[in-house]
């Protein structure tokens, strides 16, 4: 499935009926993506000495809701060596507009606080994996 493109005016601050972001993310939970908000994406993404991928979804996204589980696991499996995070577009609109992001999901991966790498869509796993492992071997990570 192609990830839908959504004009200027597709998108609101807050989805219907919730409650207005507060910027507070909640602490990681061990292998689990981290919660990220417009708040707290520079300090985790800036201030990261590992590797960083943020998924930037959207609730109503089928597409999302499919990558979702991958995203768990590469969490999961890239604890410690790098950072699995994600980013809710809709309850989140600065970060996503500083990135260009204009269709999800889309996947950014960062290294040193700057964007390496950048997949639109879904992806296997694997080729997940792969992207990952590329940004981590120079390291020696």
């Given amino acids: 499935m192609v990830p839908r493109r959504m004009a200027a005016g597709d998108r609101t601050s807050q989805p ?3 409650a207005p972001s507060s910027g507070y ?4 939970i061990m292998g689990r993506p981290r919660t990220l908000t417009d708040a ?3 300090d985790t ?3 990261s000495a590992l590797p960083v991928l943020v998924d930037f979804w959207a609730q109503w996204n089928s597409t999302c809701k499919a990558l979702a589980p991958s995203i768990d696991v590469l969490a999961e499996e890239y604890e410690g060596r790098a950072i699995v995070a994600k980013l809710e577009v809709d309850a989140n ?3 996503p507009a500083m ?3 204009t269709s999800v999901p889309q996947l950014l991966f960062f290294v040193d606080g700057q964007v390496a790498s950048r997949i639109v869509g879904y992806l296997p796993i694997d080729a997940l994996r ?3 492992h590329a940004l981590l071997e120079p390291a020696g990570r």
């Fill in 16 to 18: 219907a009926g919730a």
């Fill in 25 to 28: 993310a909640a602490p990681p």
């Fill in 40 to 42: 707290s994406f520079r």
């Fill in 45 to 47: 993404v800036a201030g």
């Fill in 93 to 95: 609109p600065v970060t």
């Fill in 99 to 101: 990135f260009g992001i």
């Fill in 130 to 132: 792969a992207e990952l």
